[in-house]
Antibody
Framework: EVQLVESGGGLVKPGGSLRLSCAASGFTFSNAWMSWVRQAPGKGLEWVGRIKSKADGGATDYAAPVKGRFTISRDDSKNTLYLQMNSLKTEDTAVYYC??????????WGQGTLVTVAS | EIVLTQSPGTLSLSPGERAILSCRAS???????LAWYQQKPGQAPRLLIY???SRAAGIPDRFSGSGSGTDFTLTISRLEPEDFAVYYCQQYGSSSFTFGPGTKVDIK
């Protein structure tokens, strides 16, 4: 069974940094393309970014609102995905979901971790 | 960037009725890259349909997807109590993903 468990969320001040982690199990993590999707309170879903598998080059792509501030990385030896968030803004407040990307769709989702950016 | 528009914003129906949800793209989308998700309150989204018309594993056959180009539809043939939720369409193109704003299906 695929399991994705996010951690690292919390309260941070505007301009601060936070790193989210996603522990993956139940599938071959090293072969998977992974993505982060977020959802602001009471709002819809917003794609944050994606990382390809190392076999496919390991490239990353980001949504415009987070490009230059957020960085996705992976540690295949630990089956873990990361999201480093810098220069956080109040509009980054959201639940952040870790997802497995398969065929350009989000096949599996974690339960999410809440990030609150407030002074 | 391709923008997805979903209609209606809210659909009020009774159990047993048919639900028809629309997703319209600002430019043509390959059906291969069009998916639908269901989200219930307090839960993560769940993949329902991919490739515009293929059901994901474990999804009941009362859910069906259709469409091509800029117009796509999710149909729930007979609403069950557990189907009242928010539904999102999603597309991939030009190395990015976008979601529609969602359609809420609630109990009439």
């Amino acid at each position: 069974e695929v399991q994705l468990v996010e951690s690292g969320g919390g309260l941070v001040k505007p301009g601060g940094s936070l790193r989210l982690s996603c522990a993956a199990s139940g599938f071959t993590f090293s072969n998977a393309w992974m993505s982060w999707v977020r959802q602001a309170p009471g709002k819809g879903l917003e794609w944050v970014g994606r990382i390809k598998s190392k076999a496919d080059g390991g490239a990353t792509d980001y949504a415009a609102p987070v490009k230059g501030r957020f960085t996705i990385s992976r540690d295949d030896s630990k089956n873990t995905l990361y999201l480093q968030m810098n220069s956080l803004k109040t509009e980054d407040t959201a639940v952040y979901y870790c997802t497995v990307v398969s065929g350009f769709r989000f096949q599996h989702w974690g339960q999410g971790t809440l990030v609150t950016v407030a002074s | 960037e391709i923008v997805l528009t979903q209609s209606p914003g809210t659909l009020s129906l009774s159990p047993g009725e048919r639900a028809i949800l629309s997703c319209r793209a600002s430019q043509s989308v390959s059906g291969t890259y069009l998916a639908w998700y269901q989200q219930k309150p307090g839960q993560a989204p769940r993949l329902l349909i991919y490739g515009a018309s293929s059901r994901a594993a474990g999804i009941p056959d009362r859910f069906s997807g259709s469409g091509s180009g800029t117009d796509f539809t999710l149909t729930i043939s007979r609403l069950e109590p557990e189907d009242f939720a928010v539904y999102y369409c999603q597309q991939y193109g030009s190395s990015s993903f976008t979601f529609g704003p969602g359609t809420k299906v609630d109990i009439k």
